[in-house]
């Protein structure tokens, strides 16, 4: 039995969703969605809606940050369910990480008034960035 933390789908206003807190996997999709590629491409090229390249180097960027390791060839060294709660509560992996949590309610900080309660983002758009880094091999 997981003692209940933040981020392992006990937060109110978000969907549930269970932490296999030996393996550090969500297995399960999100809602049960599937995701898209090209959609999960397009947001991790928009800086203001995931911030993904702010911080990592991807395959193809020129303008890219460094703050995290570069997420070229990512798929190959992590399992889909390590990706999407990676995404979903980096506090897992690191309770200091920089990384934002993208699917997380508890403990933002500087959330702008008008997402006050809302994930970063939704569950769809979550599904969506996993299914683009799943191509990075
Ligand atoms: C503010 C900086 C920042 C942002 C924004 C950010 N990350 Fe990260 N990320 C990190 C850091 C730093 C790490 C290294 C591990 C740690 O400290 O948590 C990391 C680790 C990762 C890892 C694990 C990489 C590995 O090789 O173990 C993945 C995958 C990842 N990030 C994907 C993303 C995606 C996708 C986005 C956008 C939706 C994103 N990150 C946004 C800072 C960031």
């Known amino acids: 039995m997981l003692a209940p933390r933040p981020g392992s789908g006990n937060d109110a206003g ?27 491409q397009a947001l991790v090229a928009n800086r203001s809606e995931s911030g993904c390249v702010l911080c990592h180097g991807i ?17 190959a060294r992590l399992a889909p369910g390590q990706l999407r709660l990676r995404l979903v509560d980096s506090r897992w992996f690191n309770p200091q990480s920089l990384m934002p949590s993208y699917y997380r309610l508890e403990g933002l900080q500087r959330v702008a008034p008008q997402r006050q309660g809302q994930p970063v983002l939704t569950p769809q758009q979550l599904e969506d960035v996993l299914a683009w880094l799943l191509t990075l091999r």
Do not use: K
């Not at 549930?16 to 898209?36: K, N």
């Open 14 to 40: 978000l969907l549930p969703f269970v932490v296999d807190a030996t393996r550090l996997e969500i297995v399960q999709p999100l809602g049960g969605l599937q995701g898209d590629v090209a959609r999960g």
């Open 59 to 75: 395959p193809g960027e020129r303008f890219a940050g460094n703050l995290g390791p570069s997420l070229d060839g990512v798929a």
